[in-house]
């Protein structure tokens, strides 16, 4: 069974730091996808990262897929309160269906 | 922008009820997944859907669950019998592409909420 950890769960900062995610597994993953989710919505995908060593950047959000395939990283900089939210990554199963395997989620609260 | 839509948002049924929940995937997508989300746990697979037929399912997805594409719009997750622990978030999701050597972007529709009494 292919598993995703993903740390921490709960963050809560200050408006202006800076943090990091990590999402951690012993599985070679073919993508792995991050999601944000709004309570009481469906996950909507914020970045797809494909090849090892890969970094995008949206805005202030970093990704970054490790060299390995099985391992992930969200960074943010100068986090503002509408960064607030929870934060998933989910990794593309090589075998089968290709389906996704999601971590647990990290909820982030930004305060003003 | 073209996305995944779900109905009904929110249905309550009685234990042992059969319930469908109803998914209209994003047009040219191919691949239709379904995912539920206890409370307070992690999104999980259950299925997933090509060519009319299931390319994959979890040990979730037993006998009770089963999927349908009736028409060419329609993407439907059946529950034969409800049991208490069915009530969940449950998401639909579609993707135009499968994986291999391809990033699978799924999609994300907004849940319909089960609660199973």
């Known amino acids: 069974t292919q598993l995703l950890e993903q740390s921490p769960q709960f963050l809560s900062i200050q408006e202006g730091e800076n943090l990091t995610v990590y999402c951690n597994s012993s599985?070679?993953?073919?993508?792995l996808q991050w999601y944000r989710q709004e309570p009481g919505e469906g996950p909507v995908l914020l970045v797809t990262?494909?090849?090892?060593?890969e970094v995008k950047k949206l805005k202030r959000l970093t990704f970054q897929f490790g060299d390995a395939r099985k391992d992930s990283s969200l960074h943010i900089t100068a986090a503002q309160p509408g960064d607030t939210g929870l934060y998933l990554c989910a990794g593309v199963t090589i075998q089968g269906a290709q389906k996704l395997v999601f971590g647990q989620g990290t909820r982030l609260t930004i305060n003003p | 922008e073209p996305e995944v839509t779900q109905t009904p948002s929110h249905q309550v049924t009685q234990m042992g009820q059969e319930v469908i929940l109803r998914c209209v995937p994003i047009s040219n997508h191919l691949y239709f997944y379904w995912y539920r989300q206890i409370l307070g746990q992690k999104v999980e697979f259950l299925v997933s859907f090509y060519n009319n037929e299931i390319s994959e399912k979890s040990e979730i997805f037993d006998d009770q669950f089963s999927v349908e594409r009736p028409d060419g719009s329609n993407f439907t997750l059946k529950i034969r019998s409800t049991k208490l622990e069915d009530s969940a978030m449950y998401f639909c999701?579609?993707?135009?592409?499968?994986?291999?050597?391809?990033?699978?972007?799924?999609?994300f529709g907004p849940g319909t909420r089960l609660t199973v009494l």
């Open positions: 999701a579609s993707s135009a592409t499968s994986g291999g050597f391809y990033y699978n972007e799924q999609f």
């Open positions: 599985s070679v993953f073919s993508s």
């Open positions: 990262v494909v090849t090892g060593g």
